[in-house]
């Protein structure tokens, strides 16, 4: 494990989130003259195991066997490529699979990050939904890690505007 004071910003990176969030971890990196992170946890999967070649086996929670158990992430690649090209940061990307907030924290610890980087829920019921099941990703891992915790708005409330947490009129 690396010295978290000089790691690398770990950025959690989901497919549908705003690019808000991956350029918001490359302006940290840069700021810090630190390395990036991107990290995509798959939530339908769990770690199975680790190949000879470093690339990690997942197991998909489907019953069905034929389901497919590596998922294509090429689309990582190109949005941390998109994020970082023109910032002069390092970049690498990772996968996981499991409960977020558990795997970027594990993740964290052994990279030796410097901070980690996540952004808000999306707004919307099944994102509410999934939120209430699993809990917040930022919210756990505020208070399950030593390294500081950035949370980038999605989609911020205008002033005096209605907040998620509040019901709708």
Known sequence: MQNPENGPVLVGVTGE???????RGVAFAKAFGRDVV????DTTQYTSGFMSDG???FTTFDPDPSAESNPDIEWLEERAK????????TWTTR??????????GAMADEIGASMIVVGTREPGFIAGLQEFLGGS?????AHTQSRPVVVVPLLPADEGGRVPWEPEA
């Open 17 to 23: 989130q705003p690019e808000s969030v991956p350029e």
């Open 137 to 141: 990703v930022a919210a756990h891992l």
């Open 55 to 57: 690339t990690v086996a």
């Open 38 to 41: 991107f990290a995509w946890v």
């Open 82 to 89: 998109a994020a970082a090209q023109n910032a002069g940061v």
């Open 95 to 104: 996968v996981g699979a499991g409960q977020p907030s558990a795997v970027l």
